[in-house]
């Protein structure tokens, strides 16, 4: 995976639940995740970091998007 760039995704906040995301934004085009394959969670420092793993609809392409809690940022990661 390539370094994140900041992103814009769409997500489902549940109570109790983790994030569910519905879509992200690359190159101004919207991809619709079809399916999150993985999740994860760690630390950088203070701030704790939720890992997505997900699959796009159509081209099944592998992405991971990184949600930062403290700030309520999320980071895009793409294949080399």
């Not at 906040?13 to 991809?31: S, T």
């Not at 704790?48 to 081209?59: K, R, Y």
């Amino acid at each position: 995976m390539v370094a994140g760039k900041p992103a814009r995704v769409a997500v489902i906040f549940q109570p109790g639940v983790k994030p569910r995301p519905i879509w992200f934004e690359m190159n101004n085009r919207q991809y619709k995740i079809k399916e999150t394959t993985y999740f994860w969670t760690d630390r950088v420092g203070d701030a704790p970091l939720q890992h997505f793993a997900v699959t796009t609809e159509g081209d099944g392409n592998l992405y991971e998007l990184v949600f930062k809690t403290n700030d309520s940022s999320w980071t895009l990661h793409t294949p080399e």
